[in-house]
């Protein structure tokens, strides 16, 4: 899949792809910044440690077919597993496409929602005004931009709190070589409040491959809360961008739970642009048996007495590579500002690898700020005192894992997907480890 | 000595202290009681010369000199000391080090001569014994790692070590034992002398038991609201403070 | 910060470089530019032997090939490789002074002024200095006592010519002459630096030092420092920098190698205060580095103390490859950034055996438009069964216009090592200050005190006369505060 036959396939189907207004234009732009750029490499700083050439030298699809009929079922399966607590609030993407079937109608005052690429619903463009700024440091976010055939735009008036938690629920009927490439754009008026799930969910063990664009707008004094649960199948490729963009008061709080796939980098780049701004960012990752994941997160504090807390938890076992790079700048005359970050990883196994990089940039004097890691395998002591109370080893392994995790994971503030990240957790710890868990 | 009148300030645009006046001559004993929240920490900060405290309205006085213009170290310089109600920890720094540049900066500041470590060991060698601090306790860092009472002797260690003319105690009985208390008041009914004056701010009476004060101020709402003996001490140690509070809105 | 205190962080800061004066001496110097014939013309006035000759050419040949690195946090104008003179030396030098007698008095003298007497009778008992002034060693003292421990202590060039084996076998044997582009440089031009040999089962008897002067205008310096501890030996050894004031940057790259054998031990210890530039930024040196010791026997231990106070410019990264099974690796650091100085540095802990051990304690300053980053790497190899490592890494700010940054890399690929890691920035505290104040101190003193205080874990692995440099060096009294 080099560059120049990603133009060309781009070219010849440029007319297909769903646009409004000047996302022609726009798209044209992303696909010259992609052909630029290229696929990073591990010469990029940011990519030192996640190789993209098991994704750069496969022949994805990137425009995706129709779904099928079996595709379908597959998916009417994979959504059975699913009891979420917003059942009725669910737009559901299958292989790349808005399944209006299967997704609920919502209608709440205040929320606006409009589907990317569904002539039959009223279109809205599917580019925002910073959705151009990402492409030199993210290339990915480039091609999505370019190749987009699915996406929703979201949409809350001001002083409106949403109750209903919208779940955004990507499904992959494992069809070898699919692309996904979901566009969602959130966009919060001043003081309102909304909750968004986004969920991957695969299933089998050919190779797709999703990338993701998040983009938030966040207006004065407003609340977004968005947890992104990832458990595609086991050979499924996943990168995404998630950017948001703070004035003055608002606040973001973001989880991430990520446990399956071949290869994950999930990207992050948070701007607290107004004073008073605040973001609280979380995460659980789990790598075993060959799997890569790569949290890479970046917070911009551009303004006074903003804050941030960013707690990244990695579990990593069997073959399993985790990667985690946290970076905090405090930008010239954002004073006052208040960073805390932490990342703590259990290596498991004799072939469990971790890359942590905590970085601190700071240029404003008047500012608290803190980062730790740390890496290790369970606690020998903790062991061992619990085998001396009777618990065999394999158990108290599962039992100290889980707390590890159960941490972070108790920061989810929705009861049913807690208890389903909870469980995913379970099921992918290392199999000699897993046995000792008992919920 | 001091004289406080009309007092108002404020922290973060929060008004603390409401017109308070006090005036202290030389070799007197000031007890400040009064509930939570009523301004005795602020008072004793702002004496100090804390900045973060906006003095919006009145003055104060000390030794006839406007002490609000004055640095923290400058109010130092003339006797004003403070024995913190949480004294600060300061990593790397050793408590000797500290003590004896702060004697020798305020002895620098009045035109005496300096004192040599030999000197300096002499002299606080007794006042080290009377507050039962020993003497690895010199080589450790300022506050670091001390306990509760540790910090607290620290401070009446300084205290005797530096003889201020005004020494305010915030707070200084408060998470004592009974022991420590004894302690800590020998240490400061070692200083009193008709030359010094001491401000006791405290919330419980029996401090003033062990240090008799010749006076008792009440601290409500940012102002004294009553004056007395030590008997007003003790029928606050009886019966609260709820009957001030009640009494001061029924003014 | 209220205003009053930034007055007083001024003072802090703003003190004189003392040690910027030129001393007049006639100089034998190559003239500017590099090739070949250079790199040859150094060798021959060297008198060195062949494998040595050829080991610089190939060098330069592998420099040739590199680009200079640009992912430091660091800003600077390019430099013309060709407009750096490769040699100056002390006229008289061309074949060593046999004692102090014959060095030249106005070098002696220059030494007396930066405070490092070279006469034995004036020395600091127990210390022994090598004194390299720009690209020649141009006195070592306590040569005959060392020798009576078996201990060589020598110019690398005297080395080079009476122990040519001993160099053969161990130079470019930690950093490869193609490490880096400042390595390889410095492989195809080092001029001189200090030799250490201590034999097996030798505890060195006195304290190793060298102090490092660069003079000479539009030279570079290229000081090379190999240090050899072979078995149950021990050695402590200080260097100390400076350098005059003047407009231009000046070029210093340098090498240290450091090998310990089984059960050894060498500390290393510097006082960094190359010159570091005007208020305004303008000249000062830039001081690109490469340090890095190998404990290459088990038990063996490397520990790296640093106070970096001086060059517009550092770059450098003192790092231990720990090899040997249960062996140690520690590193110190206080750096301090003022004006426009720049500093990028830090260290790599590289655990390779069982049960290895390190610590890496960073302390950075940072004050006027000064910036100040610490980049570490820890990695655990698969081999590294039960290795540890922590590292603390704390920044202060004084002041609204520098900057502190914090890159650690951290990767381990065996899960019965532990690393943890932690770092905090933060201005001084207004709490402290207000203490200290109200007991009477000055602002400006209390802040001595506070930032003396910040950095005295650092300050108390220095040996003894090196930690009052140091605190002076950060205009603060010695007196009591080191316990």
Known sequence: MNTEILRKEFESRMAQLPSQGKDHEFRRKAMDAFYSAGFPSRQWETWKYTDLKPIASKGFQLIPKESTDSAHETASKLLATCDLEAEPSRLIFLDGHHVPALSSEITTTG?????????????????????????????????????????????????TNIDTVIHLVFLDSNLENQTSQPRILIDLKAESKITIVQHFLGAGSNSGWTNSVTEISQARSSDLTLYQLQEHGTEHFHTGLLYSSLTSDASIKL???????????????????????????????????????????????????????????????????????????????????????????????????????????????????SHGATVGDLDAEQLFYMKSRGIKESAARGILIFAFANEILKLIGLPKLRERAILGVADHLPSHDRLGVEL | MLQIENLHVCVEDQPILNGLSLEINAGQVHAIMGPNGSGKSTLAQVLAGRDDYKVTQGSITFYGKNLLEMQPEERAHLGLFLAFQYPTEIPGVNNAYLLKAALNAQRAARNEQEVDAF??????????????????????????????????????????????????????????????????????????????????????????????????????????VKSGDRDLARYLDEHGYDWVQTEVSAQ | MAATNSKAIDGLVQGKYRYGFVTDIEQDTIAPGLDEEVIRLISKKKGEPKFLTDWRIKAYHQWLTMTEPNWAHVRYQPIDYQSISYYAAPKNADDGPKSLDEVDPKLLETYEKLGIPLHERARLAGVAVDAVFDSVSVATTFKEKLAGAGVIFCPFSEAVREYPDLVEQYLGSVVPLRDNFFASLNSAVFSDGSFVYVPKGVRCPMELSTYFRINAANTGQFERTLIIADEDSHVSYLEGCTAPMRDENQLHAAVVELIALKNAEIKYSTVQNWYPGNEEGVGGIYNFVTKRGDCRGNNSKISWTQVETGSAITWKYPSCILRGDNSTGEFYSVAVVNNFQQAD??????????????????????????????????????????????????????????????????????????????????????????????????????INMIVNGFCREVFKELPMEFAVEAQNLLNVSLEGSVG
């Open chain 3, 345 to 446: 540095t830090g260290t790599k802990m590289i655990h390779i055996g069982k049960n290895t051990r390190s610590t890496i304690l960073s302390k950075g300053i940072s004050a006027g438009h000064g910036q100040n980053t610490y980049r570490g790497l820890v990695r655990m190899m698969p081999s590294a069964k039960g290795a540890r490592n922590y590292t603390q890494c704390d920044s202060l700010l004084l002041g609204d216009q520098c900057g502190a940054h914090t890159f650690p890399y951290v990767e381990s690929r065996q899960h019965t090592a532990k690393v943890e890691h932690e770092a905090t920035t933060s201005k001084i505290s207004e709490d402290q200050l207000f203490y200290c104040r109200q007991r009477g101190l000055s602002e400006e003193n209390a």
């Open chain 1, 111 to 159: 929320l606006r929602l409009s589907m990317l690429g569904h002539p039959g619903l009223k279109n809205r463009s599917a580019f925002s005004k910073h959705s151009s700024k990402n492409f030199k440091e993210h290339p990915l976010a480039a091609l999505n931009a370019a190749f987009s055939t699915q996406g929703v735009r979201i949409q809350v008036a001001e002083k």
């Open chain 2, 119 to 224: 000197e300096f060991m002499n002299l606080i060698k007794n006042k080290m014994e009377m507050m039962q601090i020993p003497k690895t306790f010199l080589n450790r860092s300022v506050n670091e790692g001390f306990s509760g009472g540790e910090k607290k002797r620290n401070e009446i260690l300084q205290m005797l070590t530096l003889e201020p003319s005004l020494a305010i105690l915030d707070e200084t009985d408060s998470g004592l034992d009974v022991d420590a208390l004894r302690i800590v008041a020998d240490g400061v009914n070692n200083l009193r002398s008709p030359e010094r004056s001491l401000i006791l701010v405290t919330h419980y009476e029996r401090l003033l038991e062990l240090v008799v004060p010749d006076f008792v101020h009440v601290l409500a709402g940012g102002r004294i």
């Open chain 1, 255 to 369: 989880g991430f739970i990520d446990l399956g796939g071949r290869l994950t980098r999930n990207d992050v780049q948070i701007d607290l642009d107004g004073a008073g701004a605040k973001t609280e960012l979380f995460g659980v990752f789990l790598a075993a048996d060959g799997q890569h994941i790569d949290n890479h997160t970046r917070i911009d504090h551009r303004a006074p007495e903003t804050k941030s807390i960013e707690t990244f938890r990695g579990i990593i076992g069997d073959r399993g590579r985790g990667v985690f790079n946290g970076k905090v700048v405090v930008h010239p005359d954002a004073q006052k500002v208040d960073a805390q970050q932490s990342n703590d990883n259990l290596l498991l196994s004799e072939k469990a690898e971790i890359d942590t990089k905590p970085e601190l940039e700071i240029y404003a004097d008047e500012v608290k700020c």
